[in-house]
């Protein structure tokens, strides 16, 4: 379609656009193109995706239930809300697996109700107990003829051809001082250092219409009617709450608000899908481990060694994700944290971080999609095994290892953060300074890289 015929989605201005980027999305190849009223973005063409089915497969949900969904944050952004409010109820479009709905329910106490068409919808409301609906909602639903205090939507927007219409509908589902919540990427992250990863999942070529503007977001929500609005930025995407009512935002520790969520959760005797156990069970370490708080994380230890076990290469994805768990690559990076700063096993720790650095990288290369923690951790754990090593006072393998993390990437693979990097140059100097008797006698980090390496080069293929 001819730029000069194009309507804003964000803002409806006419034929003021400009093509920033192609991209090639789920079938075809899509334009980005910027409006130059509002500075939102909208994908030429848009996509046609089914969302009743594009999420069927096994694999997609245990990605999403063991390890992709930041549950923290689905959890925190409506506990905030709901603090200091009287408990009500709360209408969840999109709501995927379930899990915002489920916090606010179980560590607030409000009634919920969920409305997701895809197999996430069913999968979730088996598994945690909620009604979820696995349809669209529509004017002539019966929900549509209930109110709500608070309406959420949690990335979901950003697949709508019609978003101010769409949210006119919901906004006229609420109470009379009542809250609508909702998450969507900004534009603006595109234009940031962030990764690649990172910036497909922003656009999502072939599932989003349109990227935000924050100006956009805001003018949209004024001419809904909402008096009181408040646009924050959490990681790559907003977070608005708007309310023509009273608004008022607790503070909280989203880490701590997602420790007492999965605790919940694992605590109910009804919960029993293994795939959700297994998922929670990591985070609770993750989270703990990324507190600092290791003598809580090692009362938890046990429960998440069972499933530090790489069980030998795979032909493929499929058939590694046969035999482990789809959080293992970051399993093994906590896992080694603990080990170096809790119980000064640097060895151990030496082993696990590159295990991580390894199949990080297999991950990123097999199924770059579902890889943004990947990318996240990959060159963290390298730099790691190289701190790990020089405890051990390998230095010479820790001088090899920061060689190989400051060497351009190889295709596919993310670029190494600026500031990873300035860390990492001063180890290196730092090791330089050392002499050839504190490097010690012993390889063991490097016959384990190469070890690990070996094992896992068939998997790669």
């Known amino acids: 379609m001819s730029p000069s015929t194009l309507s804003c989605l964000a803002c409806g201005s006419v034929g003021r656009f400009a093509e920033k980027l192609r991209v090639k999305g789920i079938v075809e190849e899509h334009r980005l193109m910027i409006c130059g009223e509002c500075g939102s973005g909208m994908f030429d063409p848009l996509p046609t995706l ?12 245990r990605d999403y239930v063991e390890l992709n969904a930041a549950v923290d944050l689905l959890a925190s952004g409506l506990v905030r809300v709901s603090k200091g409010r009287p408990k009500g109820r709360m209408l969840d479009i999109g ?10 329910r179980r560590l607030e106490g409000w009634d919920v109700v969920g409305f997701e068409p895809s ?29 709500f205090d608070i309406v959420h939507l949690s990335e979901v927007i950003e697949h709508i051809e019609q978003p101010e219409a769409f949210l006119r509908f919901l906004s006229g589902l609420l109470n009379s001082n009542g809250i609508l919540v909702l998450s969507t ?64 935002l607790s503070p909280v520790e989203p880490i701590r608000v997602g420790i007492a969520y999965v605790n919940a959760v694992l605590q109910d005797d009804a919960v029993k899908d293994e795939n959700l156990i297994a998922g929670l069970r990591f985070r609770l370490f993750r989270y703990l481990v990324d507190l600092g708080d290791y003598e809580e994380a090692s009362k ?4 998440i060694e069972e499933y530090l076990i790489y069980r030998g290469a795979s032909q493929n994805i499929s058939e590694f994700y046969q035999s482990h768990r789809v959080f293992l690559a970051i399993l093994f990076y906590y896992h080694a944290m603990y080990s170096l700063n809790h119980l000064g096993d640097a060895e151990t720790a030496s082993k696990n971080f590159m295990m991580s650095y390894l199949l ?48 351009p990437p190889s295709p596919g693979m993310p670029p190494v953060p600026r500031a990873l990097a300035a860390r990492a140059r001063e180890l290196q ?33």
């Open 50 to 61: 089914d969302y009743s089915t594009h999420t069927a497969s096994e694999q997609s949900i």
């Open 95 to 104: 709501c995927g697996y379930g899990f915002a709905a489920d916090a606010l």
């Open 119 to 147: 197999t996430y919808g069913s999968r979730g409301a088996e598994a945690l107990g909620l009604q979820i609906y696995r349809e669209y909602l529509t004017e002539d639903h019966a929900v549509a003829r209930e109110r």
């Open 185 to 248: 990427p900004d534009i603006s992250a595109l234009d940031e250092d962030i990764t690649e990863a990172e910036k497909m999942a922003v656009m999502t070529p072939g599932g989003h219409c349109v990227l935000f503007s924050r100006k956009a977001l805001d003018q949209m929500m004024r001419k809904l009617g909402f008096e009181n609005v408040v646009i924050e930025r959490r990681g790559t995407s907003h977070v608005v709450y708007a309310t023509s009512g009273d608004l008022h």
């Open 300 to 303: 938890h230890v046990a429960s």
């Open 360 to 407: 990080c990288k297999q991950k990123i290369r097999l199924l770059p999609s579902r890889a943004v923690v990947h990318s996240d951790i990959v060159w963290r754990a390298l730099f790691h095994a190289a701190l790990a090593a020089e405890r051990t006072g390998q230095i010479e393998e820790a001088e090899w290892l920061l060689t190989r993390l400051l060497r």
């Open 429 to 461: 100097i730092s090791l330089s300074h050392k002499s050839a008797d504190e490097a010690g006698g012993g390889s063991l980090p490097l016959r384990i890289v190469r070890a690990v390496e070996h094992a896992l080069r068939r998997t790669a293929g």
